[in-house]
């Protein structure tokens, strides 16, 4: 079968009067229906950009100097604008970062949710919207309809958000990091809800993250991207319990999440690189301890080891005794 995306080799600039950037430089990425896939790096690695693209939701001056990008078998690049619209409206569902503000703040709740209900074949009378705002379990769901976005909280700004993108039962759902601009406690009943609608519906998700064990919990697969590539590409619990690519050994290392109590956190020196044309190399490779000439010469090719991919010159050796697998969440 025909996996839901495939990214191949893509390579994405974006150009202002000043100058180009090479957001994604020779990214790839492929994802079965029914996956739950996290991407993760620093910002600036690319994430956002390839969660646009796959709805080619990218400023209209991007250009693509090489590569493909097919959502369903279709070229998202090359179709014309209609079934580009077809494609965005059917198959996909996007949550943003910062819920509020992708509401409309001259419409009540309830008017957005019945636009975006519009179309789906969903009830869009008074029944349907609460009926959609008690599957994302808000409380006081008469009152909620009634009330404008600045009215209600973040947590409340995303499930309705959420509401929103599943009306259409999309077969993905991009989540570019859903959960930043909410509080820790919020933030896990929201991951638990996306993630549970998800299981539900048979949705595949992509969420893109900063935050690697965050991920691991309840995504299957990690992918690590580093300036504008997937870097390394496996099973959560191997890339986060044993990292074969440096970027994500050292990223790990750094994880608040994952230090022993006292245990200090080694941040990861130096920044990520802002690519401004042809690159040379491995990116990840000015900040890297293991870098040799080889790595500042020539970009490393995709190395295949059973489920997981690493693109990487001098991979982390294996530890001798295995790491435990980590804990996942389970969506109820
Ligand atoms: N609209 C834009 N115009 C110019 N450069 C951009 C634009 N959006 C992102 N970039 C640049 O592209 C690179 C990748 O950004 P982005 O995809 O937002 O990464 P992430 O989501 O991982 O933080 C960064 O160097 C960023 O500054
Ligand atoms: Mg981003």
């Not at 025909?2 to 600039?13: C, R």
């Not at 996290?38 to 590569?67: C, D, F, H, N, W």
């Not at 769901?141 to 009215?151: A, G, N, Q, S, T």
Request: glycine content about 10%; charged content about 25%; overall charge neutral.
């Amino acid at each position: 079968m025909t996996p839901l995306v495939l990214v191949d080799d893509i390579v994405a600039e974006y150009h202002t009067a000043r100058r180009t950037v090479r957001a994604l430089d020779g990214a790839s990425l492929s994802i079965e229906r029914g996956e739950h896939i996290g991407i993760v790096g620093e910002s600036g690695s690319g994430k956002t950009t390839l969660g646009l693209l796959l709805g080619r939701l990218l400023p209209a001056a991007t250009r693509y100097p090489r590569g493909r990008v097919l959502v369903d078998g279709q070229a998202v690049l090359d179709l014309p604008a209609d079934r580009i619209a077809r494609l965005r409206r059917e198959r996909l569902g996007f949550i943003p970062q910062d819920p509020v503000g992708a509401l409309d703040p001259t419409l009540r709740i309830g008017r957005q949710l019945a636009l975006a209900l519009r179309g789906t074949g969903a009830a869009t009378g008074r029944a349907g919207l609460l009926a959609r705002l008690d599957q994302v379990q808000i409380h006081e769901p008469e009152r909620v309809l009634r009330l404008y976005p600045h009215e209600i909280s973040g947590g409340m700004a995303q499930r309705v958000t959420i509401a929103m993108a599943m009306a259409r039962t999309p077969d993905l759902l991009i989540a570019d990091e859903p959960t930043a601009a909410l509080d820790a406690q919020v933030r896990q009943d929201i991951l638990r809800l996306l993630f549970s609608l998800a299981a539900e519906n048979g949705t595949t998700v992509l969420w893109l993250s900063h935050d690697l064990s965050g991920v691991a919990r309840w995504c299957g697969r990690i992918a690590v991207m580093y300036g504008g590539r997937v870097v390394e590409d496996g099973p959560a619990s191997d890339v986060l319990g044993e990292p074969r690519h440096p970027y994500t050994a050292a990223l790990a290392a750094a994880d608040p999440a994952r230090a022993a109590p006292g245990e200090r956190l080694r941040a990861i020196g130096g920044v990520p690189p802002a690519l401004l044309g042809e690159t040379r190399g491995c990116a990840f490779a000015p900040r890297c301890g293991a870098a040799t000439d080889l790595c500042h010469d020539d970009q490393p090719a995709t190395t295949r080891e059973a489920r997981r991919l690493v693109l990487c010159h001098h991979p982390v050796p294996r530890p001798a005794v295995p790491l435990p697998p980590q804990p996942m969440e389970t969506p109820r």
